[in-house]
């Protein structure tokens, strides 16, 4: 396994500073059990207030399920560990477990639904839109472009390779439309939108600004559908979450170009700007950027951070459903924020230049990395390959910036 033999290697081992309490997202007294109570706001409870629901182990932490200690041991430097132990398990969970509710989230421009299962986990499933071998538009701007669910996997598992760690579990599903969305949905608005089409099959298209109407429905086989389940991040009631607009953000104009594309020196001026004048905030925009280019995101207008740790944590990286669009093209504009500054955090540039060695090929690993995923094939082969053409430009970018 090339992912073992990559997690084994000293890049892959750098210490993360000692986790304090003030560094964890919960702080949870170890005495007690915890409990979930189902009265409309899925929060968990602690048990002295609430019946327990789930079986008892030997500790507190025993009874959790496998969402709830995920969402416990988010802390300052990471999301979860890079040896989690919970990872396959939660996956697993995502992939498996019944589904008791149905909603549509609302906001949002393209249909996303909540799917709740019996522990109170939540995940937020987005359905397939096209095949993994359609390649978006050429004459398609970005910000119309469709969201992918094979994107969001890949773009979790991609993450992690890169050592990042700041995207939540995904996993590939495969729904029934009938028995899992249309039976138990309490939404009105989205119930009112389901048909069966001229071949029989079930369809349905929600309520969204982009995508949802009878021509854009969304349709089963006769009622199977592919999606993504994202593990959901604990619920902003418990654990604020701040949201911050990107400086690289790009105009969403059809023809206005942003203050970055029209002035070379625009870096200056954002070191300049909190929150990027001090700590390693524009550093960590910079991981960001590498990863979207990997993935040919262009769609990256705002970012969110959880409000308890301040300027000084991760950025997460949420919402990846415009990556993996096309692999024919490589958008060198996504890298403007790495060109512009010159800046890139050591131990990022050396697990770049190892991800682009024969022995920890990206593509390899990748690749490897979607083998275990319940929708496998998740990416096409060119995507894969369109990775390390792109882990190259990444490479001459800092190669040029070091010369200069």
Not at 149 to 158: K, R, T
Not at 328 to 338: F, K, N, Q, T, Y
Request: aromatic share 10%; charged share 25%; glycine share 4%.
């Amino acid at each position: 396994s090339k992912l073992a033999a990559l997690f084994q290697h000293p890049l892959y081992n750098i210490p993360i500073p000692e986790v304090t309490e003030k560094d964890k997202l919960f702080v949870v007294n170890p005495m007690e059990k915890f409990s979930l109570h189902s009265s409309g706001s899925d929060e968990w409870v602690s048990s002295s207030k609430a019946e327990t629901l789930l079986p008892t182990g030997k500790t507190a932490y025993d009874t959790y399920p496998a969402w709830l200690k995920f969402h416990v041991g988010i802390n300052r430097y990471e999301l979860y560990p890079r040896r989690d132990p919970l990872m396959p398990t939660l996956l697993q969970d995502l992939a498996t477990q019944r589904i008791v509710s149905s909603v549509q989230k609302s906001g949002g421009t393209q249909i996303k639904l909540i799917m709740t299962f019996p522990n109170y986990g939540q995940a937020l499933f987005k359905p397939m839109k096209q095949t993994r071998d359609q390649e978006t538009p050429i004459d398609f701007f970005y910000f119309s472009d469709f969201e992918r669910h094979n994107a969001e996997i890949a773009a979790f598992h991609l993450d992690r390779i890169l050592d990042f760690r700041r995207i939540p579990p995904v996993s590939g599903r495969l729904v029934n439309i009938t028995k899992e969305i249309r039976d138990i949905t309490t939404d009105k608005k989205l119930a009112k939108t389901f048909f069966i089409s001229p071949a029989g099959n079930v369809c349905f298209y929600g309520e969204c600004s982009y995508y949802c109407s009878t021509e854009h429905a969304l349709c089963g086989k006769p009622d199977q559908l592919e999606g993504s389940m994202a593990a959901l991040l604990p619920d902003k009631t418990l654990a604020k979450r701040r949201s911050w607009r990107s400086p690289w953000r790009r105009s969403y104009h059809k023809s206005k170009k942003a203050e970055w594309e029209l002035n070379p020196n625009y870096c200056a001026q954002v070191r300049e700007t909190p929150p990027y004048d001090r700590g390693h905030r524009l550093l960590d925009l910079i991981d960001m950027t590498v990863l979207d280019f990997l993935m040919g995101n262009m769609d990256r207008h705002h970012y969110e951070t959880f409000e308890k740790f301040g300027n000084d944590t991760f950025l997460l990286h949420l919402d990846n459903g415009r990556g993996f669009g096309t692999h024919s093209r490589d958008e060198l504009s996504i890298l403007a924020p790495l060109r512009q500054c010159c800046s890139i955090k050591k131990s990022t540039y050396l697990r770049l230049q190892l991800l682009a060695t024969q022995p920890y090929r990206l593509s390899d690993l990748l690749r490897e990395a979607l083998a275990t995923d319940p929708l496998t094939p998740v990416l096409a082969e060119p995507h894969l390959r369109a990775l390390d053409r792109r882990l190259v430009k990444v490479l001459e970018v800092v190669g040029r910036c070091l010369a200069k």
